[in-house]
C-alpha cells in the first residue's frame, strides 16, 4: 500500500468559521473574501492579532470538518496508508487538543498514523495533501495542493478543490497501479 | 546539510533509573542486569505492569540525559540537521512532558525540530539513530543502533555504545563528504 500524508489545518479540519467569528466579533462586520486571496485572515486590517487565540488550550479542540473529508478519508484507508501530518509543534498547547480531535472525530485513527512535527521536509511518504506551498516544496513524493483563499495565486502543484476530487484523484491513481500491476 | 533523526526514549533520555527505582520498590530487591539483555524491565518477574506508569501524565517530565547526550547534540547541531523523533503517540499524556523536557534541557532547539509520531517509516531524514531495531528496519538513510541491553542481541545495525562514539562515526562521515566535495 502507498502512503499519503494528510494535513489537518484547513485541509480536514475547517478553521475558518471560527477565524470569521472571531473577526466579526471585533469589527463588527463581515470579512471581505476577496481580501482573502492570497493572504491570511490575521494579515488583513481588522484581523491583526486574531491569530494568537491559536496558542490558547482548547482553541483546535471543537472544530468542524472540511465538507466530505470525513466520507472519502473512509474510504482513502481501504486502499492507502494514510497518515495525519500536522506541523502543530509552534503551538504546544494545541498538542492534546488535535490528538483529541482526531481520536474523536475519526475513532478508526490509530496513534500509529498521527505525526506532530514542525518541519514537513522530513516527511517520506508517497504523497502529501497540504494548503502550504512551502510544505509541498520539499517534499520528494507526489505533492497535492489542497484549496484555499490564502494559497489562490500558487501555481505550482496540482490544485485539489474538494474532498470528492481527493477521491477521484486517488481511483485513477489506484487504476494507473493496477495496470502497471497486470 | 544532511539531516539525522534522533530518538529520545533510551538515545537521549535515560529511562532506566527510574524504571529500576520502581522495580525495587515493589519487590525488594534489584534488577538482574543479565536478565535485562534481550528483554525490557517489564517483562521481568516482578516487573509486570511497570510499564503502565509511562501513561501517567508528568512520567517523562524529569528523566534524565544519557551520558553525554548533550554534548555530542550541541556539536551534531553545527553539522546536520537534527530531529527529534519520539514515538510518543502510545502515549497522550506524555506530548507536553517531552516537549517541556526539550526546551528545558535543550533550549537551543526549535519547534520545527520535534517530531512525535507513532510509525517512524515515514520519516525520510538521512541518519537514525534509535534504540528499537522495528524503527530502523523500515529506515531508507543509514541506521545506526543505539545500544541497549534490551536489543543486545540485535546484529542487522551498526552500533553505537556512547554519544562520544556517535561524534567519531559522525566525523568520519563529515571527512568522507568533504573529499567527494573536494
Not at 16 to 33: I, S
Not at 51 to 61: K, N
Not at 75 to 99: C, G, P, Q, T
Request: negative net charge; aromatic residues 14%.
Amino acid at each position: 500500500m502507498k502512503s499519503i500524508a494528510i494535513d489537518m489545518d484547513e485541509v480536514i479540519v475547517d478553521l475558518m468559521p471560527k477565524f470569521h467569528q472571531a473577526f466579526e466579533a471585533r469589527t463588527g462586520r463581515k470579512v471581505d473574501l476577496a481580501l482573502l486571496e492570497g493572504n491570511k485572515i490575521y494579515s488583513l486590517e481588522g484581523g491583526e492579532g486574531l491569530r494568537e487565540a491559536i496558542y490558547e488550550r482548547g482553541w483546535f479542540r471543537d472544530l468542524p470538518f472540511i465538507d466530505g473529508a470525513d466520507a472519502t478519508l473512509a474510504w482513502l484507508r481501504e486502499h492507502y496508508e494514510i497518515y495525519f501530518v500536522s506541523a502543530a509543534m509552534e503551538f504546544r498547547n494545541s498538542l492534546e487538543d488535535k490528538y483529541d480531535w482526531l481520536h474523536e472525530r475519526l475513532p478508526w485513527v490509530h496513534w500509529r498514523q498521527i505525526v506532530f512535527c514542525g518541519d514537513k521536509s522530513i516527511i517520506g511518504t508517497d504523497y502529501m495533501i497540504d494548503d502550504h506551498a512551502h510544505n509541498l516544496e520539499t517534499f520528494r513524493g507526489t505533492p497535492l495542493l489542497f484549496d484555499a483563499l490564502h494559497n489562490r495565486r500558487e501555481t505550482r502543484f496540482r490544485r485539489v478543490t474538494t474532498w470528492g476530487e481527493v477521491r477521484e484523484f486517488f481511483e485513477a491513481e489506484l487504476s494507473k497501479d493496477q495496470s502497471h500491476v497486470a
